[in-house]
């Protein structure tokens, strides 16, 4: 499959399914610093997907996905707090967890691909 836009990037649906799902926890806090951190957090994971795939290089497709995984890592550490001062149950915790995991997952994995891609074509052209 050819991806052609940055809705068909598995990591980028997993980062969605992540902010929403964040966002609906955290909806009603009271603890605005907490809930603003965090949704931040989960929001510019999915969207510096969108923006490194829309940036048109893998170069810089590969530096977005890097802060996106880094921001799914954020979450992921402040679930742990979350969860460890009841403002969510642990279920929702390991939720949190297992997304931020597949998002990391997910981002190296295509890095990974895109710098052997990168490295094919400047081989080819030496």
Avoid: P
């Avoid at 980028?12 to 909806?27: H, N, R």
């Amino acid at each position: 499959m050819h991806i052609t836009k940055f809705e068909d990037v598995i990591a980028w649906q997993k980062a969605k399914e992540l902010t929403l799902l964040v966002y609906g926890l955290f909806y009603e806090s009271k603890d605005y610093s907490f809930k603003d951190q965090i949704t931040r957090a989960a929001l510019s994971s999915m969207n510096n997907i969108a923006e490194g795939f829309d940036r048109g290089t893998d170069k810089e497709l590969i530096y977005f996905l890097q802060i996106s995984r880094g921001s799914s890592s954020e979450v992921r550490s402040m679930s742990y707090v979350a969860e460890a001062i009841n403002y969510i149950t642990k279920e929702q915790q390991q939720k949190i967890e297992k997304l931020t995991l597949d998002i990391a997952n997910l981002t190296s994995g295509f890095i990974t691909k895109l710098r052997q891609v990168t490295n094919d074509k400047q081989q080819k052209t030496s």
